[in-house]
């Protein structure tokens, strides 16, 4: 009932700012630099058993071995070739739906709306067989159209969830008076809500290019090849059959980390936005 002492509250407020915080971003950000500085450790360094020390000399020429050695620009441009359309069709084809299910009313909608959300709870890992054997039998195998065409399938419900619910929060008067107005349907989606599902449409391009771009798990199932593997999977064959060439991976691993960062940066505005949209009223 009583606030608390001024006293107390600066003292947590000074074991937060000096021991947790400091904590927290050590934990958040060791692993990134333990690949960073393997990413810069020369080869005779690993070969030695010096996993942990302090490199003998900087090697920033595993970066270019990356590119001179490996087929590193195949990978990324696969991951390019898979992710771009994944994003643009998983939104496009949630933002139809999510309409639908925001602004229509019909009986089956709240069960569609239910099976939109109950697959996202569903382990895809038990999915990995019969998804296989499906790209197997239509050919889709080891391509580009087969990992976009699934990525699109398994994103599709989260998407839809999350435009649906952004959807939902706008004002329906507008929506309204555009129908007193005659106006068409199509006209209302394209001309009134899309502008103001900018920001929804941003955060959700961010986040959707994020999972795509860093997925091992169906990059490894439906891909064997570098033809086709994005650099996800393409990282994990950098190794040769009996010497790992941890500081070629960790230096593979940085560049791929690169494209989503960029995104994040280029988008941040918008991305926080459409994160925060609503949250104050």
């Given at each position: ?29 060791f ?23 302090i ?20 990978y ?29 009313r ?49 994103q ?8 649906r ?55 490894t ?32 691993s940085?560049?791929a980390?690169?494209?989503?960062v ?7 505005k ?7 949209l609503?949250?104050?009223?």
């Amino acid at each position: 009932m009583f606030p608390r002492p001024i006293q107390q509250r600066s003292r947590a407020a000074q074991w937060i700012y000096s021991i947790a915080l400091p904590l927290a971003l050590i934990l958040w950000l060791f692993p990134l630099l333990g690949v960073a500085v393997t990413s810069v450790r020369p080869a005779s360094d690993l070969a030695q058993g010096n996993y942990f020390g302090i490199p003998s000399y900087l090697a920033f020429e595993n970066y270019a071995d990356v590119f001179r050695n490996t087929p590193m620009l195949q990978y990324i441009r696969n991951s390019f070739i898979v992710t771009i359309p994944t994003v643009i069709g998983a939104v496009a084809l949630s933002l139809m739906t999510g309409f639908a299910l925001a602004v229509y009313r019909f009986k089956a909608n709240l069960l569609i709306f239910f099976m939109f959300v109950a697959g996202n709870f569903v382990p895809f890992q038990i999915l990995m067989v019969p998804v296989r054997d499906m790209t197997l039998n239509l050919g889709l195998y080891n391509t580009y159209a087969g990992l976009a065409l699934f990525h699109i399938a398994f994103q599709t419900g989260f998407c839809t969830l999350f435009m649906r619910n952004f959807i939902k929060a706008l004002p329906f008067e507008l929506i309204e008076a555009a129908r007193v107005e005659g106006v068409a349907e199509w006209r209302i989606f394209w001309f009134i809500v899309l502008p103001l599902m900018r920001p929804a449409i941003a955060a959700l391009s961010v986040l959707i290019f994020t999972f795509i771009w860093n997925d091992f798990f169906w990059a490894t199932v439906l891909t064997t090849s570098p033809d086709a593997q994005p650099i996800t999977a393409g990282l994990s064959s950098l190794n040769g059959q009996w010497v790992a060439a941890w500081n070629l991976v960790s230096a593979g691993s940085i560049l791929a980390a690169l494209p989503p960062v960029a995104m994040f940066f280029l988008m941040q505005k918008h991305f926080i936005a459409g994160l925060t949209l609503g949250a104050v009223k």
